[in-house]
């Protein structure tokens, strides 16, 4: 897929979403197979390989690399998950492969269950990838007399998996990082929609893919986030090496690459990327290892690994600012990849995912105060 992304990645961000040579070469390619469970004829891959294999999509483009990693989990996601009626109901007689599913699992909605359908409003934000989907992942909070349902002391969330022709999207994606992701706002509107078409995604029930998609779902989603973010710092790098061999700042006597300063930014932000990248691949193979045993999955792994990611995306963004001030002014425009790695990067950071409060999340765990819900 490289030579496409590439050729591509301007006119993405010109249309501020993926083009559809983008996004067919993402269904021709036989690379979403990654993300599927076996049980539909995916490959099921270990989130560490996961991570690898996000990494390099990303490195040609972040945002295609972002939503190839985005929305290849939340498709397996959902196909691990609905039931057997409601696998039939949304691929039918299509190829599992080729579909991609936008959306998300944090609840910003609610449904009320009425008969055997349930009545769903939601206003819902960041739909990376909505724009050339298939289906949107719609999650709520199941509410029953005003109130939303408990299990045990967190709501229970219901996920909805949606045709995209029957969401309301609001074109509102003008931002400066992550342009071509699409991530605009979508809606459901007091719609009524079939209960086996949704599943209950505050809870630990995959029905298939039990190898990937038994342990916690937000472990297995910081795979293309941590994907993404070291694809993006190497790239970083590997563009302003390429560029120190003949770039001359005006008022320097020497090549950027024959410069102490430089090759001090250089050696640390590329020592500390390829640290976190380390970290990550050992973190998410240790997630593996923990869920095949008896004990599963705990908060120790959990916590190493939201650690891991937020590193990761740290170090991304040294390198990237690293390569981007050392370019000088010819980084400014728009078609020099350095500011591209800039802004995305940046606009990645501001997920929750890498946020100052995962590492509080770590910390607190790792400090003996009790483990965070959002761990």
């Not at 989990?73 to 599992?96: H, K, M, N, W």
């Not at 809606?187 to 505050?202: A, G, I, K, Y």
Request: proline share 4%; with cysteine.
């Amino acid at each position: 897929m490289a030579s496409t992304i590439e050729a591509e990645a301007q006119g993405s961000e010109a249309a501020r979403t993926l083009t559809a040579k983008v996004t067919d070469a993402f269904r021709d390619s036989g690379a979403l197979r990654a993300f599927l469970p076996r049980e539909l004829g995916g490959d099921e891959l270990e989130p560490a390989a996961l991570v690898e294999l996000v990494e390099e999509v990303a490195r040609q483009d972040g945002s295609a690399g972002w939503c190839f990693g985005m929305n290849g989990i939340i498709t397996g996601i959902c196909a691990s998950r609905l039931s057997d009626a409601g696998l039939e109901r949304v691929y039918g007689t299509g190829d599992p492969e080729r579909i991609l599913m936008a959306g998300g699992f944090p609840p910003q909605g609610r449904a009320v269950r009425e008969g055997d359908r349930w009545r769903v409003s939601a206003d819902m934000r960041f739909g990376s990838g909505i724009l050339h989907a298939d289906f949107v992942a719609c999650t709520t909070l199941e509410i029953v007399d005003d109130r939303p349902v408990m299990d045990g002391t967190i709501p229970r969330m219901r996920t909805f998996v949606v045709p995209r022709e029957d969401v309301r999207i609001t074109e509102n994606w003008e931002v400066a990082g992550l342009e071509a992701t699409g991530s605009c706002d979508y809606h459901l509107d007091d719609q009524l929609l079939p209960d086996e078409t949704s599943f209950v995604s505050s809870a630990a029930s995959a029905r298939r893919g039990p190898s990937l998609y038994g342990l916690p779902i937000q472990s297995v989603a910081s795979a293309p986030h941590a994907g993404f973010a070291l694809g993006v710092g190497r790239r970083a790098l590997e563009e302003i090496a390429e560029h120190a061999g003949w770039r001359q700042r005006l008022a320097s006597r020497s090549r950027l690459a024959e410069r102490g300063a430089f090759q001090q930014a250089y050696a640390r932000a590329r020592t500390r990327l390829d640290a976190a990248r380390s970290l990550a691949l050992s973190r998410f193979a240790a997630l593996r290892a923990a869920g095949a045993t008896a004990e599963g999955v705990t908060a120790r792994e959990r916590a190493d690994l939201t650690a891991a990611t937020t590193f990761a995306y740290e170090s991304a963004m040294e390198a990237a600012r690293t390569a981007f001030r050392a370019a000088g002014a010819a980084a400014l425009y728009r078609n020099n990849r350095l500011q591209r790695c800039l802004r995305d990067i940046e606009a990645g950071a501001q997920h929750l995912v890498p946020s100052d409060e995962s590492w509080e999340r770590a910390g607190q765990y790792w400090l003996g105060l009790g483990e965070s819900p959002m761990l």
